[in-house]
């Protein structure tokens, strides 16, 4: 009877028989010979297959490319809180920071400035690459100047300010400072309260503020430098709203997804129509905030309250469904998709993260950011890293890292509260 040798067997068989083993067997098979580690690590085929029993961090990475077995390496690393943390930008003042990722570079509000860094594909701060001052209006109040948020969209960035302003930036090369496009100087009630969330749509900018029911769209057309405040398109009255904390325009920049405050859902708008295709009147509760807002994909929004849920609404059926909340009930404060299965937010505490699976009931792991006790105010994630804002700096998680050598901080239990 002649002997059969592993390595000899066609390349199906070994992907049939390899996909039926769990990962940990296949590591060992990695450590038997230098051919089976080099099959199992480059055959993208069997991690497709072994993948599917686990949460995969989704990744649309073109700079820094990743193999479905380093996909898979590095999500188990997720799942089970193995990673290395560091601070990557940090200051003495407490601030409320906005923050995104965008190619290999940081871009973070820190006051009325808006800071662009390079990072490299573990996050890790390369240097700063520039740092404009946001223009700001005089109101003799209690406001600051600060930027409460911005968002970047194509070539621009649109910046929305304390002091009811907003801003407008174009850019070439996100790597060099951009020139100041637009500016709007009173942007809802003349100018008297703030704006709490910007978005943009083709060539207009979209406002809104949590003490005002109005969300107003601004033209960027070539008149608007000459009278920045005369080039309010439409205005629209959010009902059943005292103000708005969050906007997200969708992936075919037709329709608005409005986070109220006053309600535990979101309202949605036709932008072309101004009609509204999903309001909330029936969860109206002055109690209930939604912070933070995301389309998950074009048929569906995530979004977190201060009552500390996360949801999942479809937008085809105006229902919900997935609800979660966080393991210690505290507030969420933002949160972010990876267009796939995961869903990471940001606590009010502890510079807490939260990683939730759509498949799952309950939260996958939570990673303790810091170690001071801040707010999550904004956060950011690719398949290898987690960058977190807190009130004094940011901070990043590699989980690019070795799981034999790097020290677990595994919370994956579910906690439970006896009231």
Same mark, same amino acid.
């Given at each position: 009877?002649?002997?059969?040798?592993?390595?000899?067997?066609?390349?199906?068989?070994?992907?049939?028989?390899?996909?039926?083993?769990?990962?940990?067997?296949?590591?060992?098979?990695?450590?038997?010979?230098?051919?089976?580690?080099?099959?199992?690590?480059?055959?993208?085929?069997?991690?497709?297959?072994?993948?599917?029993?686990?949460?995969?961090?989704?990744?649309?990475?073109?700079?820094?490319?990743?193999? %479905?077995?380093?996909?898979?390496?590095?999500?188990?690393? %997720?799942?089970?809180?193995?990673?290395?943390?560091?601070?990557?930008?940090?200051?003495?003042?407490?601030?409320?920071? %906005?923050?995104?990722?965008?190619?290999?570079?940081?871009?973070?509000?820190?006051?009325?400035?808006?800071?662009?860094?390079?990072?490299?594909?573990?996050?890790?701060?390369?240097?700063?690459?520039?740092?404009?001052?946001?223009?700001?209006?005089? &109101?003799?109040?209690? &406001?600051?100047?600060?930027?409460?948020?911005?968002?970047?969209?194509?070539?621009?960035?649109?910046?929305?300010?304390?002091?009811?302003?907003?801003?407008?930036?174009?850019?070439?090369?996100?790597?060099?400072? !951009?020139?100041?496009?637009?500016?709007?100087?009173?942007?809802?009630?003349?100018?008297?309260?703030?704006?709490?969330? =910007?978005?943009?749509?083709?060539?207009?900018?979209?406002?809104?503020?949590?003490?005002?029911?109005?969300?107003?769209?601004?033209?960027?057309?070539?008149?608007?430098?000459?009278?920045?405040?005369?080039?309010?398109?439409?205005?629209?009255?959010?009902?059943?709203?005292?103000?708005?904390?969050?906007?997200?325009?969708?992936?075919?920049?037709?329709?608005?997804?409005?986070?109220?405050?006053?309600?535990?859902? !979101?309202?949605?708008?036709?932008?072309?129509?101004?009609?509204?295709?999903?309001?909330?009147?029936?969860?109206?509760?002055?109690?209930?905030?939604?912070?933070?807002?995301? %389309?998950?994909?074009?048929?569906?929004?995530?979004?977190?309250?201060?009552?500390?849920?996360?949801?999942?609404?479809?937008?085809?059926?105006?229902?919900?469904?997935?609800?979660?909340?966080?393991?210690?009930?505290?507030?969420? #404060?933002?949160? $972010?998709?990876?267009?796939?299965?995961?869903?990471?937010?940001?606590?009010?505490?502890?510079?807490?993260?939260?990683?939730?699976?759509?498949?799952?009931?309950?939260?996958?792991?939570? #990673?303790?950011?810091?170690? $001071?006790?801040?707010?999550?105010?904004?956060?950011?994630?690719?398949? &290898?890293?987690?960058?977190?804002?807190?009130?004094?700096?940011?901070? =990043?998680?590699?989980?690019?890292?070795?799981?034999?050598?790097?020290?677990?901080?595994?919370?994956?239990?579910?906690?439970?509260?006896?009231?």
């Amino acid at each position: 009877m002649s002997e059969i040798n592993l390595i000899k067997l066609p390349h199906e068989i070994l992907v049939n028989i390899f996909k039926r083993l769990y990962i940990f067997d296949l590591r060992n098979l990695m450590l038997s010979c230098k051919y089976l580690r080099e099959f199992i690590e480059n055959e993208s085929s069997l991690w497709k297959i072994v993948c599917r029993r686990g949460l995969i961090i989704a990744t649309n990475e073109k700079r820094f490319p990743i193999t %479905w077995y380093n996909r898979s390496r590095i999500s188990y690393n %997720w799942r089970r809180g193995i990673f290395k943390s560091k601070l990557i930008v940090q200051h003495s003042t407490n601030y409320i920071p %906005w923050m995104q990722l965008f190619a290999d570079v940081l871009i973070l509000s820190i006051g009325s400035e808006l800071k662009c860094y390079a990072i490299d594909k573990s996050g890790f701060n390369r240097g700063l690459l520039w740092s404009i001052h946001v223009p700001i209006m005089q &109101r003799y109040d209690v &406001r600051t100047n600060d930027v409460s948020r911005f968002i970047l969209r194509e070539n621009l960035i649109v910046c929305g300010n304390r002091d009811g302003s907003a801003a407008v930036y174009q850019f070439n090369d996100i790597r060099k400072k !951009p020139r100041l496009l637009y500016y709007i100087e009173n942007c809802h009630e003349n100018g008297q309260v703030e704006v709490t969330a =910007v978005e943009s749509f083709n060539n207009s900018v979209i406002t809104c503020s949590n003490i005002s029911p109005h969300v107003c769209l601004w033209s960027m057309d070539e008149d608007f430098v000459k009278n920045t405040n005369s080039n309010c398109i439409s205005e629209f009255i959010v009902p059943e709203c005292v103000g708005s904390r969050s906007l997200a325009v969708d992936p075919t920049k037709t329709k608005l997804a409005i986070g109220p405050n006053g309600n535990s859902k !979101p309202i949605l708008l036709d932008i072309n129509t101004g009609d509204y295709l999903m309001t909330s009147k029936e969860t109206k509760d002055l109690k209930h905030v939604i912070r933070d807002i995301q %389309w998950h994909n074009e048929n569906g929004i995530i979004y977190v309250s201060h009552s500390g849920k996360l949801q999942y609404i479809d937008v085809r059926t105006n229902d919900v469904i997935y609800t979660a909340r966080d393991p210690f009930q505290s507030s969420l #404060y933002c949160v $972010k998709s990876d267009g796939d299965r995961a869903v990471i937010v940001g606590s009010s505490e502890y510079s807490r993260c939260v990683l939730f699976d759509l498949h799952s009931s309950h939260h996958v792991q939570m #990673y303790f950011t810091q170690k $001071k006790s801040s707010p999550i105010y904004s956060l950011d994630f690719d398949a &290898r890293k987690l960058v977190a804002a807190a009130d004094r700096g940011v901070a =990043v998680a590699n989980f690019n890292v070795n799981a034999s050598t790097t020290k677990m901080k595994d919370y994956s239990h579910i906690f439970e509260f006896v009231t």
